[in-house]
């Protein structure tokens, strides 16, 4: 069984994370990290999911011991990027993301701004150079997409495949 942190910030698209969650195949042991801006993700504890309070600075999930193997930030606001590029672990989301950098584990980080400002692609930069994986909600035109709902299933599968996660979510170019 994998550990997977799936967490939100407060930008918008949270709805994302729910479909991020529900979708997980078999297999992953998922803990979420229920922000301030969760209130909107509608999920409920259950087997796979196990929720963390962001203020719980102690939980499992903050420590490197635990051997959570990925986490994935989505979406995450410039104010949370900026944190963890200063490596600032002031709640359960940041410190969570600063045990995946200094474990040499995967972070996936799905920034959402429009536009970016030079300082929040500075920080980009910064992360992606040690390997944290940058990929924010960007449309994709290619896979005969006609519906938001299958749009957000692209998203999502293409955060899947920067994680290694098996998945059916949308029409591979080619296929
Ligand atoms: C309606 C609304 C939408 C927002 N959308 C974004 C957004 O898309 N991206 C972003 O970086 N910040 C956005 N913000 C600002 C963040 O919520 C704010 O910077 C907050 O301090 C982030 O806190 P957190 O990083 O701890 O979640 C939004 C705020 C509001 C009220």
Not at 36 to 61: P, Q, R, T
Request: with cysteine; proline share 4%.
């Amino acid at each position: 069984m994998k550990k997977i942190v799936v967490a939100t910030s407060g930008a918008s698209g949270v709805g994302l994370a729910q479909k991020f969650i529900n979708n997980l195949p078999k297999g992953y042991e998922c803990h979420f990290i229920k922000t301030e801006n969760s209130d909107i993700v509608n999920l409920k504890e259950g087997a796979n999911v196990i929720m963390h309070e962001e203020s719980d600075i102690a939980a499992s999930i903050a420590s490197g011991s635990f051997g959570v193997d990925m986490m994935a930030i989505i979406p995450t606001s410039m104010n949370t990027l900026a944190k963890i590029s200063n490596a600032i672990a002031d709640n359960l989301v940041c410190r969570a993301a600063s045990v995946m950098i200094k474990e040499r584990k995967t972070l996936l980080l799905a920034p959402r701004e429009m536009p970016f400002s030079p300082i929040d692609l500075e920080n980009m930069q910064k992360l992606s150079q040690i390997g944290v994986i940058i990929a924010p909600p960007i449309l994709g035109y290619y896979a005969q997409i006609q519906t938001l709902e299958q749009m957000e299933d692209f998203l999502i599968g293409k955060w899947y495949d920067q994680l290694g996660i098996e998945h059916n979510l949308f029409q591979r170019w080619g296929e």
